[in-house]
């Protein structure tokens, strides 16, 4: 049961969000959204406390799809050419061959995103947004599916660097994992007794050419002119809002617009409903917003703020 006790009904997502579940406990909705994500070919920013399972979270979905996965520690002596690779002279041929970075994998890692200085972060934004990387004149094509799952713990400051807006903008979802309560944490004891919960996935349920599949069958997801409409109406409104200093640019409609089709196709359906769009809005939006001082005061988050946008758009009828 996922979704607040919805049942998600097409049988390759339940399959991969069970196996999921058997190292993280009690956070479907996370999990859900984050196989959103992926169906989407968006890139994921996971930010909470250390502890939670972010890692494992990212590690159990990798995984559980058979496909290259590279880890990177991200830290402020990291270098660019660790995440795109570099090129070198090949001493018997005399000419210039590229090394792999971490970055030439289905699924990448990038643990603690802010501690990496600004420089190895713009490595990450034509890999991000292009799927390529341009190395001395050279592009390299990314292996599809390609996905960033990156995390950051917004409590520590003290050595890290603030992700640039355009870098934010380029994350399809913003999630956290929250802590979990009385009882999932006995359940995370009791798992943890013997072994890492990670050995409980033996072997992947799926195959990058499944995900590749899924990945166009989202795109025949039928939106209605109306839908379309309701999700342009929620973005414009955040950028004429004096709570707002930055609001949602057509990326963002682009995100949410996608996510939305994901979740109809999550959970079985051929057509995206507005409660597809309202499911999604929260994760899509509220990283790529900065609220002004009378919206800090008023919201606090930008996360309320969107429920708020929310609210205040009138939801289409569906025929």
Known sequence: MLNNGVK????????????????????????????????????????????????????????SIGGKFNRIQLTPDVMPSDIAGFSMLDSKSGDFIYRDGAIMCNFLLADEINRASPKVQSALLEAMEERQVSLDGVTHELPKPFLVMATQNPVETYGTFHLPEAQMDRFFMKLSMGYPSLEEEMKILDRTEKYNPIQNITEAVMSVDDIISMQ???????????????????TSATREDRNTVLGISPRGSIALYKASKAFAYIYDRDYVTPDDVKNTAVSVLSHRIILSPQGKTAFSTPERYVESVLRSCDVPAMK
Not at 41 to 51: A, I
């Open 8 to 63: 998600v009904m097409n049988t390759k997502i339940s399959a991969l969000a069970e196996t999921i579940g058997k190292v993280i406990v009690g956070k479907d909705d996370t999990v859900i959204r984050l196989i959103s994500a992926l169906l989407c070919e968006g890139h994921v920013l996971l930010e909470d406390v250390p502890g939670v399972g972010k890692t494992q979270l990212i590690t159990a979905l990798s995984r």
């Open 216 to 234: 166009n069958d989202v795109k025949n997801i039928r939106v209605t002119d109306a839908v379309k409409e309701y999700i342009v109406k929620i």
